[in-house]
């Protein structure tokens, strides 16, 4: 398309065809993904990390101080019977900290960003679907402390972390989508910031992380299973910690949940996203 | 709803060059939703399924109705009008940010970012980021903003200031770099939201000397203003909206007299 494309928008027009494909419009013309994307990342950084001294080791330090905290009580006092439990640990953190980091920074991905919706029109997924580029940027480097501190206590490597990244892909997929969710959402209805926080505070302890999923009372599995979190979790400690292939079951529900929250969370928020100018 | 539509008599000095239309409203109308008891909460949402008194009482606004506007390729018009007659809801459509509730517009060419006050910037980035951020939402990759840059934070006089977030800056300052993106990233349509109100006497000057320039190369300028100077000398037309239509359309001079009986008259 030449950029001297016209382009007719109406109200009917929108009907028809969606509003998405009309403000996607400037789709076509933004061929440089990359430095939008790299400039919106570098924004999240900047924002999170700009004035302090740590700056990105932040990031470590806070699941790190919950591996201590969780190992001292779980593991010392209450003596759960778990081998290596700090790794065992680490192995559902790391991957949890990306899902509830990307949520709940997602309530603000849209109404943080009134002054550019309302100034320019760009496909505005690209604001959330940015912040979770950065999460997972975040994840990497947790991953690489995780597989130093994996190696120095004599863990080995396996084939199975070859699986590893497209575990990762599974996830990433399926946060896009709740991300998309979310921050389309809170648009339309303030309190999902409040209540984001409660229901991941709940969800964390629901989800096998700081106990094995075979420790739950007999009865009680199939109320794990429709938990998206639960089958990411015991996927990445098989590969990264067990050893062991996690089972054909976890990784169909993995890639279940990812479809089915992306094709929500993406045409709830093109459905709405019209209206993000006038609501923010 | 046709019958509230008052199309504008167009006036016969537009330019006869056989320019064809760049951007062309046809009947475009928009409402807002004025909400009371509306605070987006859980509670009381749940509280109006039982009782009125809760419910939110959703009210239209019709800020537009039925405008007809059409502008060819190098013109500059000024839209003047009385506060909250829809100015800025009108680039803002025009910018596609706000959807059209009925009518059309059609746009040929790359429309620039709304240049206006408190528009467009992130106030804990700095300036230099906000530049990227700015251009890269356009469509501008880093390299090609790298190129620009230097004549951006020029043309802007925010000197040292650039590294700084821009919750720092003064107003003056924040207009000054909100137009000198808008002007740099070389789009065909401009849109412009009182950048005259804040920018000193210096500024102004400078601003209009690159609008003139702007002009020349054949590009079109939309502006919002109340700066009468600035109007007579940029703009070959004018627009009065008044009561969510365009009563008067013509030159300038012409225009803001139409303008001034009216608000004499009320």
Redesign the interface.
């Known amino acids: 398309m030449k950029p001297t494309a016209t382009q007719t928008v109406s109200a009917d027009h929108l009907e028809v065809e969606g509003w998405s494909l009309d403000s996607s419009g400037s789709l076509r013309h933004i061929p440089a993904y990359g430095s939008l994307i790299r400039n919106l990342v570098g924004k999240q950084l900047q924002l999170k990390y700009r004035g302090s001294a740590l700056g990105f080791l932040w990031s470590l330090l806070n699941p790190l101080s919950m591996v201590v905290v969780y190992t001292v009580v779980f593991r010392y006092i209450m003596r759960v019977p778990v081998e290596n439990y700090a790794l065992f640990l680490v192995a559902g953190v790391i991957h949890w900290e990306f899902f509830s980091t990307a949520v709940s920074d997602s309530t603000g991905a849209i109404i943080e960003n009134r002054e550019l919706i309302r100034k320019i029109s760009f496909p505005t997924i690209i604001l959330p679907a940015s912040q979770v580029v950065f999460e997972l940027i975040q994840l990497g480097l947790a991953f690489l402390a995780f597989m130093v501190i994996y190696l120095v206590l004599g863990g080995s490597l396996w084939w199975g972390h070859l699986l590893y990244p497209v575990a990762l892909l599974i996830q990433f997929v399926f946060v896009l989508g709740i991300s998309a969710l979310i921050s389309a959402s809170t648009v339309f209805l303030r309190d999902l910031q409040h209540l984001v926080q409660i229901a991941l505070r709940l969800m964390f302890w629901l989800t096998p992380i700081v106990y094995p999923l075979t420790s739950v009372p007999a009865g009680t599995a199939p109320f794990f299973q429709i938990n998206p979190m639960t089958s990411y979790v015991v996927i990445y400690r098989a590969l990264l910690y067990d050893k062991a292939w996690p089972g054909m079951f976890w990784w169909v529900s993995a890639i279940g949940f990812a479809v089915v929250s992306f094709a929500i969370g993406v045409s709830l928020f093109t459905f709405l996203s019209p209206r993000f100018a006038e609501e923010v | 709803m046709s019958a509230g539509a008052m199309n504008l008599q167009r006036n016969s000095s537009e330019p006869a060059n056989g320019n064809h239309a760049v951007i062309q409203v046809e009947n475009l ?1 928009k409402k ?1 939703m004025v909400r009371h008891n509306s605070n ?3 509670k009381i949402k749940f509280l109006g399924l039982f009782q009125p008194r809760y419910r939110e009482r959703r009210e239209e606004f019709w800020v537009l109705k039925g405008i007809d506007l059409q502008i060819r390729a190098g013109e500059a018009v000024a839209v003047v009008g009385p506060n909250g007659a829809g100015k800025s809801t009108l680039l ?2 025009l ?17 620039a ?2 240049a ?1 006050i ?5 106030h ?2 700095t300036g230099k ?1 906000n530049i ?3 251009a ?10 790298r190129c620009i840059y230097d004549e951006i934070v020029n043309f802007a006089e925010i000197g040292n200031f650039i590294d700084m ?1 821009v919750k720092n800056y003064s107003t003056g300052m924040v207009a000054r770099l909100g137009f000198a993106i808008s002007v740099h990233l070389d789009a ?1 349509i401009l849109l412009l939201d009182e950048v005259f109100s804040v920018g000193d006497a210096q500024f102004q000057e400078k601003c209009i000397k690159k609008m003139m320039e702007f002009r020349k190369k054949g590009k079109t300028m939309l502006l919002v203003s109340h700066a009468r100077q600035a109007m007579d000398l940029l703009c070959d037309r004018a627009c009065l909206l008044w009561g969510g239509t365009f009563v008067s359309d013509g030159p300038v001079q012409k225009v803001l007299q139409d303008y001034a009986e009216r608000t004499g008259r009320l």
Do not use: C, K
Not at chain 2, 95 to 111: C, F, K, S, Y
Not at chain 2, 136 to 145: A, K, Q, T
């Open positions: 109308w807002f987006y909460s859980l803002y459509l910018a596609r940010t706000l959807r059209p509730d009925r009518g059309q517009i059609t746009i040929t060419g790359r429309v970012p709304i206006g408190g528009l467009g910037f992130h804990e980035l980021e990227f951020l700015n890269s939402l356009f469509g501008w990759s880093r390299r090609d903003v977030p065909d």
